[in-house]
């Protein structure tokens, strides 16, 4: 049930990103469940928001953070990986990985440390590696995500959009 919670902050953050907002800190002043875009650049992850059950969901207090998977990210993965997560069979596989991209609380790029710990809603952690500006956060496979579009604020919390998905362990 707190997984189905969190999420609902992890799906209205997503439906902020299909407002055109540039990579620079952004202001929507809308609370997640609030938000009608949809991102065009997303939309591979709302089916799979979708498909764990967790679409539905619609309002949180927050605040957290969410680490989004655009479309490219997902076609990153092997062939026929996201066909087989969207399966009914693997729901609870898909929603472990998608909670594997929220963490609770809000971390604004700025604030993010290299070498820095981010427990996700999930239970597992997540890596920050900062090389100058460029932002990359590592999973505990060790693949890691470059946050494309940095700090899209809501009134409930920040979203990174990211460039390839993470992978917990289980």
Known sequence: MRKQTLFTAFLGLLLLLGTQLTAAAQATNKDLAGSAAVSPDHTTLLKALQAAGLADKAKDKGPYTVFAPTNA???????????????????????????YHVVPGIHKAASLK???????????????????ESVMIVDVKGGSATVEKADIIATNGVVHSIDAVLMPSK
């Open 73 to 99: 990210a997902f076609d990153k993965l092997p062939a026929g990986t996201v066909d087989n997560l969207l399966l009914p069979a693997n729901k609870k596989m898909l929603s472990g990985i998608l909670t």
């Open 114 to 132: 290299d070498g820095q710990k981010l427990k996700t809603v999930e239970g597992e952690m997540l890596t920050v590696k900062k090389q100058g």
